[in-house]
């Protein structure tokens, strides 16, 4: 049996609540990009940079980046604790990506807030 010590949310439940209200942020994400691409008929660094200035745009890029994390982790979390049974090796696996996790959420803020 596999325990919940490196499991995201505190059950089973949690955790599927979590990935699917962060697929929907990422849903609606996705669906803004694409309208905004589809709206716009000249993209420029100009555009591109004007849009995402402004603060709200910003959170809800921020939002979507959190979002893609916790989604990807329970998702690894689980294809993890499925597949790969020795515990080193798991265990392994699970901090490469906590650690990779980690570094690009470091830098999409540092992107997203950076001068």
Do not use: C, E
């Amino acid at each position: 049996m596999v325990t919940n010590i490196t499991n995201f949310g505190r059950s089973g439940l949690s955790d599927w609540l979590m990935q699917r209200a962060s697929a929907v942020v990422l849903a609606l994400y996705t669906l803004y990009m694409v309208g905004f691409f589809l709206t716009t008929s000249h993209l420029d660094y100009a555009t591109w940079s004007g849009l995402f200035q402004g603060t709200g745009m910003r959170i809800f890029s921020l939002l979507a980046l959190i979002s893609l994390a916790a989604h990807a982790w329970i998702g690894l979390w689980t294809v993890s604790t499925d597949y790969i049974k020795p515990t080193g090796i798991r265990l392994g696996f699970q901090v490469v990506v906590i650690l990779a996790m980690f570094a690009y959420l470091v830098w999409g803020v540092q992107v997203l807030w950076g001068a």
